[in-house]
Structures are given as C-alpha cells and as structure tokens.
C-alpha cells in the first residue's frame, strides 16, 4: 500500500528518524498558519509540496519554495485542487487535495538511502548512494559505481559494521558517520516493524550546519500485513487510488491495472501470469491483472466481470479458468448472471477446464448470450487478440 509522503515522515519520525518541521494542509490559509507557526519557530523560509501518490512532483511543479506565509498561500492556491502530472501519474495526472508545507534548510549534500527486498537474494537489503536528489533508475545506468549494498543477514537488523562500511563508502566520517549509522539503522526498523516492502529517503541532506535530515520519504507497505496494523492500514488514502481497483479490494479479488486493451479474468497468480505472456506473445497486450482465486463464489465472479466491463479501455475480454476448487459451473454461473445484468459491449472468449467443465460449457451455451468458445490457451488467445483488433478498426 502506499501512503502519502508526510505519512511516511510521521512512521519514520516515531523511530526518532530526523525529519523537516512541517504540517499538512488542506486549504491555502490553513497552509498559511502552518508556515506562520514554523516561522515563529524561527524557519527563514518555507517549502510547498504537492500530496500525491506518485514520484517526479518537482520537476513537474509540485515542490515549490516560498520566502513568507502569504507566499506559502499563494503557492498552495495554485496546487490545491488542481491536477498535478508527473512523469509517474500518466498523461491524466492526479488532484492535489494536500500539501505538505514545511521549513526549507541549507544543503550542503544530498544522499539516497533505502531499504527494499532483493528478489534474486531473497533478501532486504540498504542500498545507498552519494548520488541524492536523483532518479536512483538513472543513477544505476549512468553511475552504477555509485550504487552501494549491505544485505542484511539477519533480516531484522543491520549490524553496526555494515552500517559503517556504507557511511564510508558515502564520504562520511567522525559525529556524521555515527549519524548515518544511527539513521539506517532506524530504517531498518522501521522497514521491519512496519512489515514495509520499501523505505526510502531521497534526498537524505547533510545540511549546511553538519546535521543529516531526512527531505523526502517514502514508504511503502505490505497489503498482505495491513491486517497485524491497524493503526498503519487506517492511513490508506482510496482517492489516490484506481476506483475499479478499490472496488476489486473490496470484493476481495486481485486486480492490477495495466496499460492494454485486453481483459483478462483467470483464477490462480500462475495462471494470470501465462495468460498475459500468450497474449503478448499473440501479438495483444492485456489492460489488466483480474485473479478471481481458487475459491470464488459467483458474486465474486460477477463482480470481477463488472470490473471489466467498467474499464472503457477494454476491447475484447478473455476468461481463462482451470476448474479446481472454484468448479467451471460455478464460474459460469456467476458470468451469465453478470452479463446479463451489465450487458455484454465487448467481445468475450471462454477458456474452461477442469471441475465440471461440461456442465459449465452447457450453462454459457443455453444462456442465449454471444461468447466465443476456446479449447485451449493458444486458440483462445489468438481469437482474443483477433476480436479486439476488430473493435480497434
């Protein structure tokens, strides 16, 4: 899950992480008072950033400097409520309905840290890097050299040495190298006590005063832990988030955009993944992950098959099910049911196998409805990529 970059400040703060005075507003004269409160706290300056969920907000505009309160107003005017489009957000941007306002600081230096898994290790590891403020993508390709690993062995800690070894290799040395210490190891914890997948900090600023603060946070949470925090789940933010995806959320099926044409609703993550790669290798390319799972009842299909109809993107859909625990008669019910209630505007192929899979075929057969019958992956996927070629033409 992710969450909101001041949200991931006030995490990392509870680990006693240093981060920038600041607050959060949702109006400019509130941003306003909370520039006005900071300045009496002795900030010279302050900085505006747009709330979104989504990487590369200032180069897009969305990270804006002011010199006075008034200024902070005025730059918050021009955020809120308008839509922000960035490099991550897609042509269609998001809306900022918050800004973190926050006092600005002299930099002498910026640094990337994170924390994230390594699949090829199975393992979390802290990667650093001197090379802050940067997109950490582009530093692998131009300065890969300047890219430094410590995997932690032990999952939940990491040891004081490699700690070190990484302030090192970042140029620190004395009071800053004990704080950068300090500071990854308080990612780490936080990384492992949040049950996050990723904390990152980028930049990590060495300020002009020799004191290391953490300017930009992100933290990004495990959906399959949210249950064992509560506290941590309440701050998911559902406006930032795809509709039809919140819908899937809660009709407890797997549902991932994707950037096709195709829909696709299978049951099993193995069987998801085949039936994308045979798309493309068809010459298609899916407009979503929609995994129904091995026990879904006919609501679920159904709701799954609404999701797919709702996604004005989707020309033609492809259903991909092994019969198993979720039996083909089942599946098949719960698709009539819900093609007749939405309506069928796409062309729609059926690939049934398994459980009961006669008596399945012979429920979407008598049901009057139009779809196309496939007997394997193959046929099913060129017919797929066919049809939806036809409704592009």
Known sequence: MNIHEYQSKMILKGFGLPVPR?????????????????????????????????????????????????????????????????????PEGKIVRRVLVEEAVPIAAEYYVAVLVDRSLQKPIVMASPAGGMDIEEVAVRQPEAIVREVLWDLDRIHPYQARRLGLRLGFQGSLLAEFGRIVQGLVEAFWRCD?????????????????????????????????????????????????EVEATRARLSYIRLDGNIGCMVNGAGLAMATMDIIQWAGGRPANFLDVGGGASPEQVAQAFRILMADPRVKAVLINIFGGILRCDRLATGIVTAAREVGVRVPMVIRLEGTNVEEGRRILAESGLNFTVAHDMEEAARKVVELAGKQLS
Do not use: M, W
Not at 52 to 65: P, T
Not at 205 to 229: C, F, I, M, Q, S
């Open 22 to 90: 600041g607050d959060v507003a949702e109006s400019p004269p509130a941003a306003r008072a909370v520039a006005e409160r900071l300045a009496a706290e002795g900030a010279p300056a302050f900085v505006v950033k747009a709330q979104i969920h989504a990487g590369g907000r200032g180069k897009a505009g969305g990270i804006r400097r002011a010199d006075t309160p008034e200024a902070v107003e005025s730059a918050a005017r021009q955020l809120l409520g308008h839509r922000l489009v960035t490099p991550q957000t897609g």
């Open 196 to 244: 996050a997948t990723l904390v990152e900090v980028n930049p990590l600023v060495r300020r002009t005063d020799d004191r290391l603060l953490l300017l930009d946070a992100k933290v990004v949470l495990d959906d399959n832990a949210l249950y064992r925090h509560p506290d941590l789940a309440a701050l998911r933010d559902v406006e930032e988030e795809d509709p039809l």
